[in-house]
């Protein structure tokens, strides 16, 4: 049986990651773990305890005493953060990879790992439109830089060591459970909940700036197919390419409209401007479709509809507790 360790699992992956693998493999099983406390269903739903991925003296402790076999890792400092504390941000950024890669290395139990990669690992240089998974990577951001360092890590303990290592470059990732946290393509979580609370949004980027963004649920699927795949099936040994939708913020306005006539935006783009300039526009996500299945539910409209309502919801509750 799996035993499974989440690190990060308050974050807006590991909050709604938790709750899948807890269904698949049991509550018992899925420990979660933060800097911080989580929501209540992770922490009422199974084992949770604080855990700081940089003590790796704890680290190794917690995974042995807990016979773990599989450790995602999703604690890391986004590219808009980033940007304001770079030194700190590579610290922490490759230092608790080179953890969990360690500790993989010395305890035999732990057979599987899950590592987010980002498109920040792409600049300027890469081709925007339909980005290859194999294409020039020249990132300009701190994240960009720890993700693609990352990347090479994972390919280099996989050969060297045989560390079962699996990655994916997320794009801009969509979810109502938790709110932004200081990425680029945060715009497109805090235009959903500025359409109900307050009817209008100032986005910091321009009206046409097109990114690849994906809703939360594709992106856990997609998560879990990789990891549950045959390793034999695994020709990409740093990161997989996944695009999802190609969307610009004027195109969310426009489908928000739908459903709240009212609704306006206004855009005053700031420093995550030029760091979205640099990302694709679209990507080629083919390499990921043959070796795994990868493959997406949501669209534009079906998003949209879901966000607003389950946003709506989480107000309301707000507002009677």
Known sequence: MERILIIGAAGQIGSELTIELR??????????????????????????????????KRLIHFVIRHKITQIYHLAAVLSGN????????????????????????????????????????????????NTPQLTVMEPTTV????????????????????????????????????????????????IYYSAVKNGSYDCFLTQDT???????????????????????????????????????????????????????ISYTPDFRQSIADTWPQSIDDSISARDWGCSYQYNLESMTEIMLEEIRKKLNLEILR
Request: proline share 6%; net charge negative.
């Open 23 to 56: 269904k698949r493999y049991g509550s018992d099983h899925v420990f979660a773990t933060d800097i911080k406390e989580a929501s209540p269903d992770i922490m009422i739903g199974g084992p949770f305890e604080l855990l700081d991925v940089m003590d790796d």
């Open 143 to 190: 994240y960009g830089i720890s993700k693609l360092a990352g990347e090479r890590w994972c390919e280099y303990y996989y050969n060297k060591y045989d560390i079962d290592v699996r990655s994916i470059r997320y794009p801009g990732l969509i979810s109502y459970k938790t709110e932004a946290g200081g990425g680029t393509t945060d715009y497109a979580v805090e």
């Open 210 to 264: 097109a990114l690849p963004l994906l809703f939360m649920p594709d992106a856990i699927k997609a998560t879990v197919d990789l990891m549950e795949a045959e390793p034999s099936s695994l020709s990409v040994r740093s990161a997989y390419n996944i695009g999802g939708l190609s969307i610009k913020p004027s195109e969310i306005h426009a489908e928000i409209v739908k459903h709240i006539p009212e609704f306006s």
């Open 82 to 129: 980033a940007e304001k504390l770079p030194i700190q941000a590579w610290h922490i950024n490759m230092n608790s990879m080179m953890n969990i890669l360690e500790v993989a290395k010395m305890v035999d139990e732990v057979k599987k790992i899950f590592w987010p990669s980002s498109i920040a690992v792409f600049g300027p240089t890469t081709p925007r439109i």
